[in-house]
T-cell receptor
Framework: QKEVEQNSGPLSVPEGAIASLNCTYSDRVSQSFFWYRQYSGKSPELIMSIYSNGDKEDGRFTAQLNKASQYVSLLIRDSQPSDSATYLC???????????FGEGTQLTVNP | DTEVTQTPKHLVMGMTNKKSLKCEQH?????MYWYKQKAKKPPELMFV???????INESVPSRFSPECPNSSLLNLHLHALQPEDSALYLC???????????FGQGTRLTVV
């Protein structure tokens, strides 16, 4: 069973700060990595996908991938109260189709 | 447009009922998925359809029966469910079986 682990929450940051969410995975040959945001009572929403080592930026979000360390992270700059949600890290198995999710990190941004 | 539409949004059913969950996407995606999510847990994969064929069944009990009538539609037929089957049922789709997946808004199922 492939594993995805996220830093245990909950994580609380003040408005305007940088929120850092971390994820490690056990399948060394995984190639596709995703971050989903899930508001309470809602479905997961894809916010970032990353496939290559390095950083990928989209607005206030930056995903970082280090395949050698089997580590993927999500940085949220200028955090807003509307960013308060559970963030799910997901890793695609090598053969495709099967996404393995971490347990999620609950983020609270305090005004 | 990355919309996956699920109906109904909420469903309450008795243990002897038969009901169906429906999912639709018009993005031309060739892979569709059913996930189950319990409170405060991540989604768990149930079934994967790729090019309208069932490619993965994660040892789901037979009281859950998936169906893919065409490339845009995915159904989940429910029969003789148990109260522990109460959960949020999520449909997702992706361009191919190994690309990023987009979720519908889910069906909140309660079995009484």
């Amino acid at each position: 069973q492939k594993e995805v682990e996220q830093n245990s929450g909950p994580l609380s940051v003040p408005e305007g700060a940088i929120a850092s969410l971390n994820c490690t995975y056990s399948d060394r040959v995984s190639q596709s990595f995703f971050w989903y945001r899930q508001y309470s009572g809602k479905s997961p929403e894809l916010i970032m996908s990353i496939y290559s080592n390095g950083d990928k930026e989209d607005g206030r979000f930056t995903a970082q991938l280090n395949k050698a360390s089997q580590y993927v992270s999500l940085l949220i700059r200028d955090s807003q109260p509307s960013d308060s949600a559970t963030y799910l890290c997901a890793v695609m198995e090598t053969s495709g189709s099967r996404l393995t999710f971490g347990e999620g990190t609950q983020l609270t941004v305090n005004p | 447009d990355t919309e996956v539409t699920q109906t109904p949004k909420h469903l309450v059913m008795g243990m002897t009922n038969k009901k169906s969950l429906k999912c639709e996407q018009h993005m031309g995606h060739r892979a569709m998925y059913w996930y189950k999510q319990k409170a405060k847990k991540p989604p768990e994969l149930m079934f994967v359809y790729s090019y309208e064929k069932l490619s993965i069944n994660e040892s789901v009990p037979s009281r859950f029966s998936p169906e893919c009538p065409n490339s845009s539609l995915l159904n989940l037929h429910l029969h003789a469910l148990q109260p522990e089957d109460s959960a949020l049922y999520l449909c997702a789709s992706s361009q191919e079986h190994d690309s990023e997946a987009f979720f519908g808004q889910g069906t909140r199922l309660t079995v009484v």
